[in-house]
């Protein structure tokens, strides 16, 4: 096919396909039209651009590889040989490295039914993590150039794009950062129901600009991560505060490097590093004793507020923990201290309601040595009911009207005072006094009419704080009539 003529040396251009091979003869021929020499070349038209659809990091090794997927030119020849593109590099934007290749025709030129070809390119495992990359796909035909002649010019028979920097001037993806390794050895430690501190080891290689930290709250049912805070790339610890009492959490922590080419706060995270912790319980309140008897002590409290597993009592004869006993446990707001009605008549003990979160505590070391899993207020004290009590042939009387005076015996046993009621008939005792147990056993009392008839009790008690009596059932009675 005729192109065109002309009449002395000069430059002349040709409209032709781009990325195809051409042969090309010059004719030359004198006034008369007949052919006085010929010369023939073959050559390469510049190949079209190789489009890159998208640059992220590798699924299994994100920290030191990239995964490229690319679009061959339309124009790459539908036969022959010598065509495909060569991948490069570089972390700087001026030590360009090369990566690999791929053969245009060894490959085959579709691929699932488009022409488009997944690479694994970048897969050496040499990246540095948290670190930007520039890769660029440049397109060849002929044979493959040597890499070393890329940016310098072309090799024999073989065109390529030395200028893939304004390709990528005009398309969005030019860059991707290999995500920054990952810290270690998280920990976490609960503080209170409100705080929990996390301590970690810091990644040694690659770059990092800091790490995020995140929660979720699991007994809540949360799926997402709510971010906490952010700390420097020299920090290894961070408390979490504001969180519920007795709820199970898990914290996550990623190292981060910030986006320096979009400059607008973007950040490229690590992979997870995550632990998970539940909250100290609150504490029963407003524990208390009702319906003592002689061998047992039934205590009531109001709930914890937030989440908890349960409430185990502990009871002793001293106002320490360490020396309790385990008693019964219970999931309402009530239960007996002692499950087989093993405590003494008359003796004073000290309770603790101890609300626990998790598996029920069997032992009372466990609550000493793991205190963030269980929480209580102070210990109330309680008596339980005496026995002893005075004999109605020791419990006698002398009067003299208006007066009466009483004697008794003391009795064997636990309690601390006596007590002495007075009551007509139809009507309810009432107290005269209370007394020590090492009071005098001898009490006179005025007031008393001459004809009336009256009844006098008297019980023996265990004095609590304040005006509070834990009485013994019955009683020794007289009737006297002045």
Not at 366 to 379: A, F, K, L, R
Not at 399 to 407: E, H, R
């Amino acid at each position: 096919m005729k192109s065109s003529s002309f009449s002395s040396t000069e430059t002349q251009k040709i409209t032709l396909n781009e990325g195809k091979k051409y042969d090309v003869q010059v004719v030359y021929y004198d006034i008369y039209g007949y052919t006085t020499s010929c010369s023939t070349v073959s050559e390469y038209t510049r190949p079209d651009y190789t489009k890159i659809t998208s640059l992220s990091p590798n699924p299994s090794s994100p920290t030191t590889k990239l995964d490229l997927c690319w679009e061959y030119p339309s124009t790459f020849p539908t036969s022959g040989n010598g065509a495909g593109i060569m991948i490069f590099y570089t972390s700087d934007n001026n030590n360009i490295q090369y990566a690999t290749y791929d053969d245009w025709w060894n490959v085959g030129h579709t691929f699932n039914g488009s022409q488009r070809k997944y690479a694994n390119v970048l897969h050496s495992g040499n990246l540095v993590p948290g670190t930007c990359y520039y890769v660029y796909a440049v397109s060849y035909v002929g044979n493959m150039p040597q890499a070393s002649t890329v940016t310098s010019g072309k090799s024999t028979n073989t065109y390529y794009d030395e200028n893939y920097d304004e390709y990528w001037e005009t398309n969005s993806i030019k860059y991707c950062y290999t995500k920054p390794n990952s810290v270690t050895n998280l920990t976490a430690t609960v503080n209170s129901g409100t705080s929990v501190s996390l301590s970690w080891t810091n990644p040694t290689s690659g770059n990092k600009n800091g790490y995020n930290i995140y929660k979720k709250d699991l007994t809540n049912g949360n799926s997402s991560w709510t971010k906490c805070s952010d700390v420097g790339a020299n920090m290894a610890t961070y408390t979490v505060t504001g969180l519920t009492a007795g709820h199970k959490y898990s914290f996550c922590v990623r190292s981060y490097v910030k986006d320096l080419v979009k400059n607008n706060g973007t950040q490229i995270e690590s992979a997870d590093t995550t632990v998970t912790a539940t909250t100290r319980p609150n504490a029963p309140t407003n524990v208390r004793v009702s319906n003592p008897s002689t061998n047992n002590l039934t205590v009531s409290w109001t709930k914890p507020s937030e989440n908890y597993d349960g409430v185990v009592l502990l009871y002793s004869t001293s106002n320490s923990i360490s020396g309790a006993t385990l008693g019964q446990s219970s999931t309402g707001t009530f239960q007996s201290v002692s499950a087989s009605d093993t405590l003494v008549a008359g003796t004073k003990y000290y309770i603790w309601a101890v609300s626990y979160i998790g598996s029920k505590p069997t032992s009372v070391s466990q609550i000493i040595n793991n205190p963030m899993t269980v929480n209580y207020g102070s210990s109330i004290s309680y008596y339980t009911k005496p026995v002893a009590k005075v004999d109605v042939s020791y419990f006698t009387y002398t009067k003299d009207t208006p007066y009466i005076s009483f004697s008794w015996r003391c009795p064997s046993g636990n309690y601390t005072d006596f007590r002495i009621y007075k009551k007509q008939s139809g009507g309810s005792y009432v107290l005269m006094g209370s007394y020590g147990k090492s009071a005098s056993s001898s009490l006179s009392y005025a007031g008393f009419t001459a004809g009336s008839s009256w009844q006098f009790k008297i019980v023996t008690a265990c004095r609590l704080d304040g005006d509070t009596y834990v009485e013994a059932e019955g009683g020794a009675v007289v009737y006297v009539t002045f």
